[in-house]
């Protein structure tokens, strides 16, 4: 058996003490899959005194991660401080600079950074693994950059926020408000005190902007992502949705089209029957479509230490084997500039809820305004409000009806366009609603 | 960028032909990824004469696998001849001789031979890949063996035959026959005219001897399998099931358990919020449990030329790129001799269907029989048969009426010994239809 590989762990949250017990609990079977023993040689923590439930006394103390990165006892690095910049990133460059493998769970330094990462880690020799920086213990890093390599893909989409999904699947089943579920996920620690960067998208789209690169080859665009979040479904939206046959969920969704790359997150009407669509809780999903395999769908925990320390261990298990991967799945400079499709060529279905004035002549002129722009109505459900609530069960009220419209495909330029017209027309008596559905 | 790696392809049905089809489409990106060309420059078939709609005239034709494997044209065998023994075998052990590596696709051979020949692949310092053998498209093989390297698994389950999976969907959806389904499905061709091995489950159990090995580390155990096939589902107990929230799904299911590793393919019934409960038509799925990572799902298809090749080309691209993975993820020499847990100790609930006589007493005789073993029974469901077709409404027919019994947790030896008993009893027209339940 090769010498020992040895590991230093930059940040001792969650995973970083998940990471710890794994090597300890499994060691023996660890060091039988890697061909050699994994031993944790250096620790790098704020926190010194911090009790956090694991054995740290056999390794060596850091307060700076970037001299950790630099131990004459250290082989290997993993690195989960977080953050785009700073002490993480430092020391992920000094580890590679040094030729040192870095296996790393940070997503939003690899979306901002990760091509010039992996190709700092190309030319120095040395690995830079991240399976544990995109849908927790779902190996769907693994599975773009070497399971489907025979693959063109053409579309990755997935539930990648596990806040987001908790919060729309309590809605659904309880029919509780946004800010409801949101408060009582905040009490149960499945959301942050300031809940925006999962509940606004933007923890999606730093996870889509990595699978995108994998899936496509092409590079890391984060910025070219169209990011709307969940605060704004209610749960008339998601009943509606049932009624229809679909489901709301915050999807990634990146796709190949005829004239460029397009990266998007949002609520997205997804039909019950596909496998994503049940994927309900705080549970992440991937699919895939390629043009070998056809549709793959990868379903598994999205966050927590132990689920994301598996996936950390997957790497670190290649690294001591010393697989020979690149970060990407090919060389960094051969990662395609792809072109950008913006948000108003996307061609799909609709879901428009609006909120009609109980008039003569209102539907008419809305669904003019459709026609007008090409836009055909595969259904209109009017749900009439209750008479208790509006006191009068024989005629129109003049108050707000909820009115769902649901297109054939057509562009986001036309639906927009559309929408101004109608609310110009003062029909409505607030913005629309507006979820994009997936289909076949 | 180094040599070509030169590939003989021993097989050339649906498979193969894909192969050389996307290796020929996707030339230059799968030389990207592997980082050399990968050249098709041998086949070997039987029919020489065949168009297979592929250009295969690059490559030197051999008819004998054997002299393919050895060619000094071909560094690595690609095997999708099948069958346990005969040409395919002695094909891949000439290339393993000759420390070539091997990628193939043959279940039957490893389940069988698979220890055996990783034992002989890494005394000759060759890769012997095989994500292709299970689950078609779905790269359960390397999810195993790499992606989970950090966990103890303590299950594995799935449905690995899409044809058992199509029929028992068809009959569930449309409310019709076994047999009738079975005989729409050779018509379209998704069932074999001998169906057997099949819709006996010993398709299945194939599949499961090496995840089992996978999962657990153990040499592969086929004989160990308790197979059972879908024959015996009828559609009443299809509704049952869904009546009770469950689907009826073929799986196999591999368990580490206190007194052994438990093996068994047959019948199951899944609550239907499991996403293995959703995957209907011919799509396989694959769930694991690992202490790390929790539940882990993969879905996608389990047969078709394209999809299979899909797990080839990982294969192949692994090879080429030298990746250094043992073939069971750990020396051969290291795969545990695993206790088998027999089935009589199986524990867990059981869906019993009894055509029971319609006489005083009968009832009760049953359920005296299952206390007497401590079965507990969650509940029990009564059809009476429907007044037309029994021409008396009022009363006992005296003829057979169907009951349904749900246990809770109990043993396969309790469950066989309560329904000897029963059945001795005289109370019940033909004998018990049983089906075990997984729950959480």
């Given at each position: ?153 053409s579309r990755?989409s ?68 169209h ?17 229809l046959g679909y489901?709301?969920?915050?999807l990634?969704v990146?796709e190949r089209t005829p004239s460029?790359?397009e990266?998007r997150?949002h609520?997205t009407m997804v039909p019950?029957?596909w ?14 479509h ?51 499709q913006p948000m108003q060529r996307h061609e799909g279905g609709y879901y428009i ?14 669904a003019?305004?459709m026609a007008e722009r090409q836009i055909s109505l595969e259904s209109i ?23 769902v419209l649901i297109t054939y495909a057509t562009t986001e330029a036309a639906i927009r366009d559309a929408l ?14 507006v979820i994009r559905i997936e289909r076949e």
């Open positions: 058996m090769a010498e020992p590989l040895r590991v230093g762990i930059a940040g001792l949250g969650t995973v970083g003490a998940a990471v710890v017990g794994l090597l300890q609990r499994h060691a023996a079977a660890i060091a039988m899959r890697a061909g050699r023993e994994i031993r944790l040689t250096a620790v790098s923590a704020r926190d010194r005194a911090r009790d956090r439930g694991v054995d740290i006394s056999a390794a060596e103390w850091h307060d700076d991660p970037v001299a950790l990165a630099r131990s004459g006892r250290v082989d290997c690095v993993i690195e989960l401080i977080g953050g785009t910049e700073g002490r993480a990133k430092a020391a992920v460059e000094a580890a590679l600079e040094a030729g040192k493998p870095v296996v790393t769970a940070n997503k939003a330094m690899l979306a901002r950074h990760g091509a010039a990462l992996a190709a700092l880690a190309e030319a120095r020799g040395a690995a830079l693994a991240f399976e544990a920086s995109v849908a927790g213990g779902i190996p769907i890093v693994k599975t773009l950059r070497e399971s489907l390599a025979g693959n063109e893909v990755v997935g539930i990648l926020n596990g806040t987001c999904n908790y919060i729309l699947s309590r809605m659904e089943m309880e029919g509780l408000s946004f800010a409801d579920v949101l408060a009582d996920a905040q009490r149960l620690g499945y959301a942050e005190a300031d809940p925006t960067f999962d509940v606004g998208g933007f923890d999606t789209a730093h996870k889509l902007a990595i699978l995108t690169s994998l899936a496509f080859g092409t590079q890391i665009d984060a910025d070219a992502i990011v709307e979040g969940i605060s704004a479904i209610t749960p008339l939206d998601l009943a509606m949705a049932a009624e489901r709301i969920k915050l990634g990146a460029g790359i990266q997150v609520p019950r029957s496998p994503i669509a049940q994927v309900m809780g705080v549970t992440n999903a991937v699919n895939v390629g043009d070998a395999v056809g549709e793959l769908t990868l379903v598994g925990p999205g966050a927590g230490g132990a689920a994301t320390a598996s996936s950390v261990l997957s790497d670190l298990v290649d690294v001591a084997r010393g697989a020979r991967v690149l970060p990407f799945g090919r060389p960094a400079a051969m990662l395609e500039s792809a072109e950008r809820r609006l909120s009609v004035l109980d008039r003569p002549g209102a539907a008419a002129a809305i003019t305004r459900v009017q749900r009439r409000v209750l008479a208790g609530a509006t006191g009068d069960r024989t005629g129109r009220s003049g108050q707000p009806v909820p009115v101004d017209a109608v609310l110009a027309d003062g029909h409505i008596s607030e913005p629309p609603q």
